[in-house]
């Protein structure tokens, strides 16, 4: 009689949350309101300036005005006098009023929207380990703490950025306060949806179910796919499509990820199937 296959259950994969993207608010674009713009109509007609230098060539702009801080948009700019005027001053065109009201002084703030809640595009030092792919969120610190922002994409292109890298696409999700240069921005934490970095993806099933120690305690997770791109990682590997079981809280670079071990249905991993049946009788 022939040989029964026999072996013993291999190893499930075993792993460690991995490392979020991580940088700070890069240089924001600023100057003040030039002679032609003195006493005009914040958000009417050409904004003039002492400089466009540094400045994406469209985008917002916080503006200093009699009514306080007002915001504007804009779809270009110019150091043409056939498009600014006889003045030689600078100038932002396409202006447009996203907020407030009064006019301009000789002199007047004139920068990339520092409140969180008016922008969208945050420069950044570097764009480095942030997911690109799909819709995505970081912490920046602000004055009044820490705002959730989501961003729909990266960029290092000047027109769209000014000086330094930026993410674009910016809505604020929760939070207030103004951002500075140097103040932290890192990608949000996995809380249970989403995107779930880790060290290496080496070893576990293309879908399947996750131990993983939160802030909360021990989960569990589901995940339908895996990935090594940074576009859709950042920084590391990662699980994709992941959707929390059990448990609760976030998930901090190092904590522990295990694949869930088999209790009576799905994949049973073998340290061989040599001498085995392809399908049972």
Do not use: W
């Not at 522990?256 to 049972?280: C, Y």
Request: contains cysteine; glycine residues 16%; charged residues 0%.
């Amino acid at each position: 009689m022939a040989a029964y296959g026999s072996t013993t259950v291999g190893n499930f994969g075993s792993t460690t949350v991995g490392a979020y993207g991580s940088t700070t608010v890069g240089t924001l674009f600023s100057t003040t309101v030039a002679a032609a713009s003195n006493g005009g109509t914040v958000g009417s007609g050409n904004l003039h300036v002492a400089s466009i230098t540094g400045a994406p060539t469209s985008g917002r702009l916080e503006v200093a005005s009699t009514g306080g801080t007002a915001v504007i948009a804009y779809t270009g700019s110019s150091t043409s006098t056939t498009t600014c005027g006889a003045s030689a001053q600078p100038c932002f065109t396409g202006v447009s009023l996203v907020s407030g009201s009064g006019t301009m002084a000789t002199g007047g703030v004139v920068n990339q929207p520092l409140n969180v809640a008016d922008t969208t595009v945050v420069p950044i030092a570097a764009t480095t380990g942030f997911r690109t792919t799909g819709t995505n969120q970081v912490n920046v610190t602000t004055t009044a703490g820490t705002a959730t922002l989501q961003y729909t994409g990266t960029s290092t292109t000047a027109g769209t950025c000014g000086t330094t890298p930026c993410l674009t696409g910016v809505t604020l999700i929760s939070g207030s306060g103004t951002i500075a240069k140097t103040n932290s921005v890192f990608q949000t934490p996995f809380a249970g949806t989403g995107i779930l970095p880790a060290a290496t993806v080496t070893g576990f099933t293309g879908t399947g179910s996750l131990n993983v120690t939160l802030s909360g305690g021990p989960a569990v997770v589901a995940y339908t796919g895996t990935s090594t791109t940074a576009a859709t990682c950042g920084a590391t590997a990662c699980f994709t499509g992941v959707t929390l079981t059990s448990g609760s809280g976030t998930a901090a670079t190092g904590a522990a990820i295990s694949q869930v071990a088999f209790s009576g249905s799905g994949v049973l991993p073998a340290a061989s199937v040599t001498g085995f049946q392809v399908r049972g009788p």
